[in-house]
């Protein structure tokens, strides 16, 4: 059973950093994507980034500039680094876990239950 556990969200002003992490179980990350989507309040939900097993990566192009995606294989973890949050970035952050590094929410078959960030002004 595949289990995606985000962690590392909180509550950060504007220009502060934070850096997110998903402990993922059951999952073999050498023959898939993994990604990090969000989801404000009211809106939608959108791909923020997206790492292969090769390493490549995709972002979504507002936030390419300050947020970092990477992935420790040993641990089964990824990461995302963000720096520079602004109050735009205040959403529910998720760990998904898919086929295609698209940063569309179809490709993703598995999802964790999400973790906070909220940037004040």
């Known amino acids: 059973q595949v289990q995606l556990v985000e962690s590392g969200g909180g509550s950060v002003q504007t220009g502060g950093s934070l850096r997110l992490s998903c402990a993922a179980s059951g999952y073999t990350y050498s023959s898939a994507v993994m990604g990090w989507f969000r989801q404000a309040p009211g809106k939608e939900r959108e791909g923020v980034a997206a790492?292969?097993?090769?390493?490549?990566?995709n972002y979504a192009d507002s936030m390419k500039d300050r947020f970092a995606i990477s992935h420790d294989s040993a641990k089964n973890t990824l990461y995302l680094q963000m720096k520079s949050l602004k109050p735009g970035d205040t959403a529910m952050y998720y760990c998904a876990a898919g086929y295609s590094i698209s940063l569309r929410s179809i490709d993703f078959g598995y999802w964790g239950q999400g973790t906070q960030v909220t940037v004040s002004s």
């Open positions: 790492i292969d097993s090769d390493g490549s990566t």
